[in-house]
Nanobody, 124 residues
Framework: QVQLVESGGGLVQPGGSLRLSCAASGTIFKINVMGWYRQAPGKQRELVAAITSGDSTNYTNSVKGRCTISRDNAKNTVYLQMDSLKPEDTAVYYC??????????????????WGQGTQVTVSS
């Protein structure tokens, strides 16, 4: 089965940096898009950044110039480098893998998957 495991969250002061990582495991043949979403208390989950298998990227306006998404296709891993962090970046960050072509018992399927979430807190 496909699983996404995130790491790198934590507590950081305003202006600081964090690097999130998300590794997909399983018998994976291809991942179309990998991305990061976040959900703050009382708010809807929103896209932070996404990257295609061809390295095309998309960022939400509030993080443009402060965050960089990248991926290692050989390792099925996506990264989010976050700099100049602000208190409003505080949220649970979720990794998403869309269009995952993978082998499951008895079949090859294409599905989307989510990680369990990692807390990012920006506070002095």
């Amino acid at each position: 089965q496909v699983q996404l495991v995130e790491s790198g969250g934590g507590l950081v002061q305003p202006g600081g940096s964090l690097r999130l990582s998300c590794a997909a495991s399983g018998t994976i043949f291809k991942i179309n898009v990998m991305g990061w979403y976040r959900q703050a208390p009382g708010k809807q989950r929103e896209l932070v950044a996404a990257i295609t298998s061809g390295d095309s990227t998309n960022y939400t306006n509030s993080v443009k110039g402060r965050c960089t998404i990248s991926r290692d296709n050989a390792k099925n891993t996506v990264y989010l480098q976050m700099d100049s962090l602000k208190p409003e970046d505080t949220a649970v960050y979720y990794c998403n893998a869309a269009g995952v072509l993978a082998a499951v018992p008895g079949a090859v399927t294409e599905n989307d998957y989510w990680g369990q979430g990692t807390q990012v807190t920006v506070s002095s």
